[in-house]
């Protein structure tokens, strides 16, 4: 039996018919410094506001974006869960409106090599995160590594964040190119939205994503959605450097309504119709079950 069939007969000998899967939304980019960072925590603070419970688990290793925005160093990360025997609910740190965050650490890589016991111990306590949470938000690192395209084949949605600047759509393009190339990639099973940042106005947003979505279009002949936009703000750059979340610091920034205006969107029945809710379980038995 090999280690993929393994992870699939522990996941459903752990499952439950009437069991909830969580939502998960992997947000990525193809470069740093377009704000995906900020994408996901502001996105997870407006989903707190519509009554979702939310966990956000930073992938963006090496890093600690998510963290400094929330004012709060982690005692536990992902690793500790996997290699110190710790359980889900200790390595969860509250933030603001209680959104949960996940630090991811840096030894998932070594999880293709995990015994079955202790995937046993892994696998049910992710079962967990999809109990405690209705979404959750999985932030990746920027540009193309390995782990970052296991982050994005595992998921079944994803939400690419892109500026006007040449460099940030020509780098989109090189992240959608390589994932196109992964050989465990499937376009049917995943949904690949666009949010231009940083933009001027509408009609920057929309010119943006229609120059991604011909290249794209053209030679990856991959699918792809615009999901909208979030204006340029001072304010939001403002509480970042208070180490606040602008949804939060300034409910009625520009970019704040536009972040209520971006996850009303991913929330009505349209934008969620035809996701693939997996969990987090499955999520993950992608990801160490690659090799």
Request: with cysteine; hydrophobic share 45%; proline share 4%.
């Amino acid at each position: 039996m090999d280690q993929a069939e393994q992870l699939r007969n522990i996941i459903k000998a752990g499952s439950q018919p009437q069991r909830p899967l969580a939502r998960v939304i992997t947000v990525t980019s193809g470069k740093g410094g377009v704000g995906k960072s900020n994408t996901a925590i502001n996105l997870a603070i407006q989903f707190r506001k519509m009554g979702q419970r939310v966990i956000i688990l930073d992938a963006d290793f090496g890093l600690a974006n998510i963290e400094v925005m929330f004012g709060a160093v982690p005692k536990h990360n992902l690793c500790d869960l996997i290699y110190q025997g710790k359980n889900i609910k200790e390595i969860i740190t509250w933030g603001p409106m209680e959104v949960g965050f996940i630090s991811g650490g840096s030894g998932i890589a070594g999880m293709s090599n995990l015994s079955k016991d202790y995937l046993n111990y892994i696998i049910r306590n992710l079962v967990e995160l999809d109990e405690m949470a209705d979404t959750i938000i999985v932030d990746t690192g920027a540009g193309i590594s390995d782990a970052v395209l296991e982050f994005l084949v595992a998921s079944g949605e994803i939400l690419l964040v892109t500026t006007p600047e040449p460099t940030s759509i020509t780098d989109s393009y090189s992240l959608l190119k390589a994932l196109s190339r992964h050989p465990r990639y499937s376009p049917e099973a995943s949904q690949i939205k666009v949010l231009a940042n940083k933009v001027f106005g509408e009609a920057e947003a929309e010119a943006l994503y229609e120059k991604l979505e011909a290249v794209v279009g053209r030679y990856l002949k991959l699918p792809i959605t615009y999901l909208g936009m979030i204006p340029q703000d001072t304010q939001l750059a403002k509480a970042v450097m208070q180490q606040m979340p602008v949804s939060l610091d300034n409910p009625r920034a520009r970019s704040a309504v536009a972040y209520e205006a971006v996850a009303a969107k991913l929330m009505n029945k349209e934008s969620s119709a035809g996701v693939t809710r997996r969990g987090m379980a499955a999520f993950f038995s992608h990801i160490i079950s690659r090799r």
